[in-house]
Nanobody
Framework: QVQLVESGGGSVQAGGSLRLSCVASGFTFSNYVMAWFRQASGKEREFVATISQSGGNTYYADSVKGRFTISRDNAKNTVYLQMNSLTPEDTAPYYC?????????????????WGQGTQVTVSS
């Protein structure tokens, strides 16, 4: 049974930091590209960041570049998202996703597996 379980969300003030984690099970984690998406209220699910199977390549949305860092630990079947300099515009539930295609893809519909999400709320 495939599972992606996110944690680490919470409420912070603008300028603060959070670190999200996503633990995977039920599939060969190291064979999958991993990504983070978010979906603000009333908006479509938005790409945030992706990381290659080995962790050697990363790609970010322009809106988070320089503030967020995606990483992974294949020994722990875990992907992380370190979020710094948070702003109210970063408020959303954040979802991790797994893609069997080795390319870094930003379209949420192509991803194979999804977590249930973890809420991030940033107050001004």
């Amino acid at each position: 049974q495939v599972q992606l379980v996110e944690s680490g969300g919470g409420s912070v003030q603008a300028g603060g930091s959070l670190r999200l984690s996503c633990v995977a099970s039920g599939f060969t984690f190291s064979n999958y590209v991993m990504a983070w998406f978010r979906q603000a209220s009333g908006k479509e699910r938005e790409f945030v960041a992706t990381i290659s199977q080995s962790g050697g390549n990363t790609y970010y949305a322009d809106s988070v570049k320089g503030r967020f860092t995606i990483s992974r630990d294949n020994a722990k079947n875990t992907v992380y998202l370190q979020m710094n300099s948070l702003t109210p515009e970063d408020t959303a539930p954040y979802y991790c996703a797994a893609d069997s295609n080795p390319r870094a893809r930003t379209t949420w519909r192509v991803y194979d597996y999804w977590g249930q999400g973890t809420q991030v709320t940033v107050s001004s």
